[in-house]
Nanobody, 127 residues
């Protein structure tokens, strides 16, 4: 059974930092691109950032550039989303996702391309 489990969310003040983790089981995450998405109340799921299966390529949403960093363990089944200078509009449930792809070094930004999803972790940023 494949599982992705996010952790690291919480309640923080504006300007603080958080690091989210995504632990995979049941798959070799090294064969998957990883994406991070978020969903605020009443809104759709939005791409935040992602990293290719080999770690050589990353992509970010405009709102994440310069503040968020996606990374992954070179050997292991864990990925990370480091979030700095958090703002109240970053408040959302954050999800990690995995796409089975090794034929191209890419990061998909569309949620429908991902094969597996975590259950999400809440991030709340107060002003």
């Amino acid at each position: 059974q494949v599982q992705l489990v996010e952790s690291g969310g919480g309640f923080v003040q504006a300007g603080d930092s958080l690091r989210l983790s995504c632990e995979a089981s049941g798959i070799n995450l090294g064969a998957f691109a990883m994406g991070w998405f978020r969903q605020a109340p009443g809104e759709g799921r939005v791409f935040v950032g992602g990293i290719s299966w080999n770690g050589r390529r990353t992509e970010y949403a405009d709102f994440a550039k310069g503040r968020f960093t996606v990374s992954r363990k070179k050997y292991g089944n864990t990925g990370y989303l480091q979030m700095n200078r958090l703002r109240p509009d970053d408040t959302a449930v954050y999800y990690c996702a995995a796409e089975s792809i090794v034929v191209a070094v890419r990061v998909a930004t569309a949620s429908h391309t991902y094969d597996y999803w975590g259950q999400g972790t809440q991030v709340t940023v107060s002003s």
